[in-house]
């Protein structure tokens, strides 16, 4: 099991840029885990966003304006969010599950969650 621990969260206007962080603590080697970060917005279903093991991956809705990284060094992934827009507002999570090979984009298929930081984007 891994604990997780979201920062960075706050309000912008829409055009800014934010970065999120996540801090990890587990008994094993964080290289050993596939990150995530997920969102979910007031009354909707949490949607993934980018998820990286080695090679990143991004939902269809982010790609070329949010970058997700690590460092394992640092036990720490990153979410770095440009060009914001009001519909990016959401409780943004942070996600781990063992990597096995894939990288993987269903909410099920992580098993330890952080408790989210709040992004807001005003217009």
């Known amino acids: 099991q891994v604990q997780l621990v979201e920062s960075g969260g706050g309000l912008v206007q829409a055009g800014a840029s934010l970065r999120l962080s996540c801090a990890a603590s587990?008994?094993?080697?964080?290289?050993?885990?596939?990150m995530a970060w997920f969102r979910q917005a007031p009354g909707q279903e949490r949607e993934f966003v980018a998820a990286?093991?080695?090679?990143?991956y991004y939902a269809d809705s982010v790609k070329g304006r949010f970058t997700i990284s690590r460092d394992n060094a640092k036990n720490t992934v990153y979410l770095q969010m440009s060009s914001l827009k009001p519909e990016d507002t959401a409780v943004y999570y942070c996600?781990?599950?063992?990597?096995?090979?894939?990288?993987?984009?269903?909410?099920?298929?992580?098993?330890?969650w952080g408790q989210g930081t709040q992004v807001t984007v005003s217009s």
């Open positions: 996600a781990a599950r063992l990597f096995a090979g894939i990288i993987r984009t269903a909410k099920s298929d992580y098993g330890d």
């Open positions: 587990s008994g094993r080697t964080f290289s050993d885990y596939s």
């Open positions: 990286i093991a080695g090679r990143t």
